[in-house]
């Protein structure tokens, strides 16, 4: 099926763990984004990606990393989490022409 | 710094009653602004794109309108179906296509 898939829905983990968030388009899009949604802040960047092996910094990437060997994947990684990165991830992609779409999220829990 | 600020953070209607959800900004340049709409436990889903001042669009009950500092949502005769969050967001000019979010709009219709 054509869209943006996000995986997993849902996700536990501890603290100091690394986890990775995947995310995956079927259009070929070339730009793809990760945001993070919290009560009271909205959507807030994390990283964004142009093109494959294009990455770079939005406003909040203190403890993420991302890869993009492949245009229509763009892993998010939180390379040791902390409770403060519990949040509703959302992957987005888009072709360049302002028209965005979002995947359904996933709800990570640090505990 | 760029910047959208929703209001009102919430707003309850009864079945029929208009209203309207603004969104104000602050961005160097605009090369467009956006309304989504989120419903709860899924992504944000497009609603439009405006792109200069005194443009207008519409879909069904809703019509958003565009000046040089914010952007209204007018809502005509809301059914509960259009009870939802409504997130406004902006890409300013120069920008690699990233969206800075307002805060939103919780949107709740009673019948």
Same mark, same amino acid.
């Given at each position: 099926?054509?869209?943006i =898939?996000?995986?997993?829905?849902? %996700?536990?983990?501890?603290?100091?763990?690394?986890? =990775?968030?995947? $995310?995956?388009? =079927?259009?070929?899009?070339?730009?793809?984004?990760?945001?993070?949604?919290?009560?009271?802040?909205?959507?807030? +960047?994390?990283?964004?990606?142009?093109?494959?092996?294009?990455t770079?910094?939005?406003?909040?990437?203190?403890?993420?990393?991302?890869?993009? @060997?492949?245009?229509?994947?763009?892993?998010?990684?939180l390379?040791?989490? =902390?409770?403060?990165?519990?949040?509703?991830?959302?992957?987005?992609?888009?072709?360049?022409?302002l028209?965005?779409?979002?995947?359904?999220?996933?709800?990570?829990?640090?505990? | 710094?760029?910047?959208?600020?929703?209001?009102?953070?919430?707003?309850?209607?009864?079945e029929?009653?208009?209203?309207?959800?603004? $969104?104000?900004?602050?961005?160097?340049?605009l090369?467009?602004?956006?309304?989504?709409?989120?419903?709860?436990? %899924?992504g944000?889903?497009?609603?439009?794109?405006?792109?200069?001042?005194?443009?207008?669009?519409? %879909?069904?009950?809703?019509k958003?309108?565009?000046t %040089?500092?914010?952007?209204?949502?007018?809502?005509?005769a809301?059914?509960?179906?259009?009870?939802? *969050?409504?997130? $406004?967001?902006?890409?300013? @000019?120069? @920008?690699?296509?990233?969206?800075?979010?307002?805060?939103? *709009?919780? +949107?709740?219709?009673?019948?």
């Amino acid at each position: 099926d054509a869209g943006i =898939t996000q995986s997993p829905r849902y %996700k536990i983990t501890e603290t100091g763990r690394q986890v =990775t968030l995947m $995310c995956h388009q =079927t259009w070929s899009h070339s730009y793809m984004f990760w945001y993070r949604q919290d009560l009271g802040h909205g959507l807030r +960047l994390i990283y964004y990606s142009a093109a494959a092996d294009i990455t770079d910094k939005g406003e909040v990437p203190d403890g993420y990393v991302v890869s993009r @060997s492949k245009t229509e994947n763009f892993p998010l990684t939180l390379e040791s989490a =902390t409770r403060s990165q519990t949040s509703v991830y959302f992957c987005a992609s888009t072709p360049g022409d302002l028209r965005y779409t979002f995947g359904s999220g996933t709800r990570l829990t640090v505990v | 710094e760029d910047q959208v600020t929703q209001s009102p953070e919430a707003l309850r209607l009864q079945e029929g009653e208009s209203s309207s959800l603004n $969104c104000s900004y602050t961005v160097s340049g605009l090369r467009g602004l956006f309304w989504y709409r989120q419903d709860p436990g %899924k992504g944000p889903e497009f609603l439009f794109t405006l792109y200069s001042a005194g443009e207008e669009k519409e %879909k069904e009950r809703l019509k958003a309108t565009l000046t %040089k500092k914010e952007s209204f949502l007018h809502i005509t005769a809301p059914k509960p179906e259009d009870s939802a *969050t409504y997130l $406004c967001a902006v890409q300013p @000019s120069g @920008s690699a296509r990233q969206l800075t979010f307002g805060s939103g *709009t919780q +949107l709740t219709v009673l019948p």
